[in-house]
């Protein structure tokens, strides 16, 4: 089953904003780095914005000042709040997060299902 569940994507027109949530759930002991990706139609997966532990976050050049990366450690958390939207922002988005388990000792990626954001002209 799903370790990672996100949401939040759709449809907007130029200058819209979306807000992306990323849920973790199991037996969890502990979660160091999470993140956004996004992988546009013919192009290679990209880091959209990450965030430490301990609050410490770092952006795309192509998206600073228009999307915020949160997280919350006490429900597993994490949102990407996107404004100022663009076309060129139009992707699947996927979340990421950096996860050691209760089942095992070394940390692993864990993966999104991905969710689309498209950005009408």
């Known amino acids: 089953q799903a370790q990672l569940v996100e949401s939040g994507g759709g449809l907007v027109q130029a200058g819209g904003s979306l807000r992306l949530s990323c849920a973790a759930s199991?037996?969890?002991?502990?979660?160091?780095?999470m993140g956004w990706y996004r992988q546009a139609p013919g192009k290679q997966r990209e880091l959209v914005a990450a965030?430490?532990?301990?609050?410490?976050?770092n952006y795309a050049d192509s998206v600073k000042g228009r999307f915020t990366i949160s997280r919350d450690n006490a429900v597993n958390t994490v949102w990407l709040q996107m404004n100022s939207l663009k076309p060129e922002d139009t992707a699947v988005y996927y979340c990421?997060?950096?996860?050691?388990?209760?089942?095992?000792?070394?940390?692993?990626?864990?993966w999104g299902q991905g969710t689309q954001v498209t950005v009408s002209s």
């Open positions: 199991g037996s969890i002991f502990r979660i160091n780095d």
């Open positions: 990421n997060a950096r996860m050691r388990k209760l089942t095992m000792y070394s940390y692993n990626d864990y």
């Open positions: 965030i430490s532990s301990g609050g410490t976050t």
